[in-house]
């Protein structure tokens, strides 16, 4: 009787054991499914992100010509603005201002030509 009762009480070990085995065997399942569930939100995150991307670069495209067209103008306008505004100071000798103001007038000069080569890429893209 002593001996079943032991074997019993053995059973019983092992069967918690068992249990536990179990619940470790499952809490690891579902670290793994969540890590994989992760891993496909970072994708579909980064796919979203790269789809939204390049979803405003066409609606950019499509409203393009108007955009590059009303930029320019602008730009342009800007452009004569400070060179009436550098001819006065030289004008008026009031060199104070005057070298930076011609370095601004640089920066818009660069800013007109990056406008000028995206409009070009965009007419290439657009004529493929």
Excluded: G
């Excluded at 032991?6 to 085995?21: G, N």
């Excluded at 970072?42 to 930029?71: D, G, I």
């Excluded at 100071?89 to 920066?107: C, L, S």
Aim: net charge positive; proline share 1%; charged share 45%.
């Amino acid at each position: 009787m002593n001996r079943k009762l032991k074997t019993l009480a053995e059973w019983h070990v092992l069967q918690h054991k068992m249990v536990l085995m179990e619940n470790r065997q499952d809490e690891q399942d579902k670290a793994i499914q969540w890590m994989k569930q992760e891993e496909t939100h970072k994708v579909l995150a980064k796919l979203k992100r790269r789809n939204e991307k390049l979803r405003r670069r066409l609606e950019k495209e499509k409203e393009c010509p108007e955009e590059f067209s009303r930029r320019q103008k602008e730009l342009h306008r800007q452009a004569l603005e400070m060179i009436e505004k550098l001819e006065n100071m030289k004008k008026n000798k009031n060199m104070k201002y005057y070298y930076r103001e011609k370095h601004n007038a640089r920066a818009l000069c660069s800013e007109i030509r990056k406008l000028l080569r995206e409009s070009e890429a965009v007419i290439a893209r657009s004529r493929e």
